[in-house]
């Protein structure tokens, strides 16, 4: 179990990372395809760069997204077990 239980935490840990990184090169590319949109959107001042401050803010919103699914996802993953071997207590 405590394998099982390291290996769900790398996924989140993995996805949550990868998630991150979408999400600001998603950012990154609104940005630089419409930086008055990210400007107005976020309201960054003239002094900053929009593209960075846009990839800063994806790569947190990737972050906390893909932690909640990912999460989500292996709860469902660790039910699925247990329901598993509950349903195979019951037949022996």
Do not use: H
């Not at 609104?30 to 976020?42: D, G, M, R, Y």
């Not at 960075?52 to 972050?63: D, E, K, N, T």
């Not at 699914?69 to 019951?90: P, Q, T, Y």
């Amino acid at each position: 179990m405590v394998k099982s239980a390291i290996q769900l935490f790398g996924v989140i840990l993995g996805a949550s990372l990868l998630s991150a990184l979408l999400g600001g090169l998603f950012a990154m590319l609104i940005a630089s395809v419409s930086p008055e949109f990210i400007k107005n959107l976020f309201g960054v001042t003239q002094g900053a760069s929009a593209v960075r401050y846009a990839f800063s803010v994806g790569m947190i919103w990737g972050l906390f997204l893909g932690a909640g699914v990912s999460g989500f996802a292996c709860g469902l993953s660790v039910l699925m077990k247990i329901l598993n071997l509950w349903i195979k207590v019951d037949k022996a």
